[in-house]
């Protein structure tokens, strides 16, 4: 397999490759999220310095602002979801913003905002993917499987049904954007982290059929294996993206998001977890999502979400010499 035309940062730049460009593109609500607050995430990750440090790896990196929506009228769910039509316009702003800068060559990273707005961000990569005939490849960070639907979800927040609605389950206006239903296979899907799941829920993620690598996965083989076997059908061609929600880490060292769950990825976890998607060299689009500035102590979430995207685009915290060919762990 070919690494080079998205080898992350500096090695591009070593081997003679024009930089890796980069955009930012925050969200700044908190729209399908039960909790208020994520809304900050986007300034949380400014502050905590992520264009600099992107810049350090070697990328070319355009903060584009934030995209804009509705106010969060903080309603009760009606016809099982809450602030569906907001959801959807948010969704539709995310998704043009991710559209545009893929079809300007750009990789376009996320700054959530709640997860539902993952909704308008891989069915923008989706279309991408359609347009240039190219394999998909998902990998979902998170404490939850964000598989529900309307009938299985108690509080009806869209930020647990984002997979669900990209696999072509859920409301109507959040399936049509990006013109295609469902926008991905969750064959395509490699779910990491996972440790709180409705029972309802978890049917429905075993009917369709879901790949997903829950703490216990991570507990049993390590997060090497694990990572191996999400990251082992990419051909050179795989467009990978990641959607990081900063709740799949342990809130001992994230307290800063809504829904804290026990049993999360420790730090050296997170960085191995990180580092292997680097040596890939697929990563070409990203999400930050759900983190909550409201909940965090003085931000120190928000930096650590810097430094594990930093190890995503190639740095390494260890002494060890970059991998000539990454792809000979797999099969050990
Ligand atoms: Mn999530």
Redesign the pocket.
Known sequence: MSTTHLTPGLARATAGLPPVAASLIGAPTDIGASDRGASMGPEALRVAGLHAALTQRGLDVVDCGNVSGPPNPGLIKVNGYRNLPQVTAWNHEVHDAVYRELADHRLPILLGGD?SLSVGSISAVARHCRDQARPLRVLWL?A?A?FNTRELSPSGSL?GMPVSCLCGFGPRELLQIGGVSPAVSPRWVRQIGIRSVDSGERRFVHEQDLDVFDMRCIDEMGVRKVMELALHDMDEDTHLHVSF?V?CLDPEIAPGVGTTVPGGLSYREAQLCMEMIADTGRVASLDI??LNPALDVRNKTAVLAVDLVESLFGKSTLMRKPLAFPNALIDT
Do not use: K, Q, S
Request: net charge negative.
């Open positions: 997860h998170d939850h964000d930020h929600d709740d999502m759900e």
